[in-house]
């Protein structure tokens, strides 16, 4: 197996991890933020609910839930989809992350202090307008950090996917080493991978360099 050949299978596992990594973050960011409402909801039932599915779902493995995803129609229904390991990826992960992501909300809305949101009544402002001008600027000081801290964990992540059969970039590594015995493709995955968690740790910081103004 020549150079380019090996080049060209991690190339296009890379892209399917950026495709993973990227589909998950436009799903699991807005889900995640729907979640802290719902957590927040005076409704008992929908708050206790959601604090329920949240607890279970950070309290396992995501390759477990992965697997009964991706395996559970099957089972469950005798139901067999083809082509189904993208789609079973990207709704076990949006899932996981949006549970994570829902507790980062929260905590973010619960650090603004509740005289802020009196003061803007005071002042007339509807509670929409408080929360997008008063509000949102704090939080997202507040959960850019752990935020951060949660999408580069994603990016390594992605390598679970591996488990159901998706080639994403470990996923071609494992099997260019396997068919050549050679185990060099493995640290170029691992170059992959550095490359792009560093991408992402310039750009967060210089995201929490901007956030100073709020301070």
Do not use: H
């Amino acid at each position: 197996m020549s150079i380019q050949v090996i080049m060209d299978s991690l190339f296009k596992g890379f892209g399917m991890t950026v495709a993973i990594f990227f589909a998950t973050l436009v799903i699991a960011l807005p889900l995640g933020l729907i979640f802290s409402f719902l957590q927040k909801s005076k409704i008992k039932i929908v708050s206790g609910l959601m604090n329920s599915i949240i607890w279970v779902v950070r309290g396992t493995p995501l390759m477990l839930q992965l697997m009964i995803i991706y395996y559970g129609p099957g089972l469950l229904f005798d139901v067999r989809l083809r082509d189904f390991e993208f789609t079973a990826t990207i709704i076990a992960f949006a899932i996981n992350y949006a549970c994570y992501f829902s507790v980062i909300f929260k905590g973010g809305i619960n650090a603004v202090p509740k005289g802020q949101y009196e003061a803007c009544q005071v002042l007339g402002m509807k509670k929409s307008q408080a929360f997008v001008n008063v509000a949102m600027p704090q939080i997202y000081k507040n959960i850019l950090p752990p935020m951060s801290n949660e999408i580069i964990t994603l990016v390594k992540d992605t390598s679970i996917a591996r488990v159901i059969g998706l080639p994403e970039l470990l996923f071609r590594a494992n099997s260019i080493r396997s068919i050549t015995a050679n185990i060099w493709p493995m640290f170029g995955t691992g170059i992959f991978y550095l490359v792009f968690v560093g991408i992402l740790s310039i750009v967060f910081a210089q995201l929490e360099k901007r956030t100073n103004r709020y301070r």
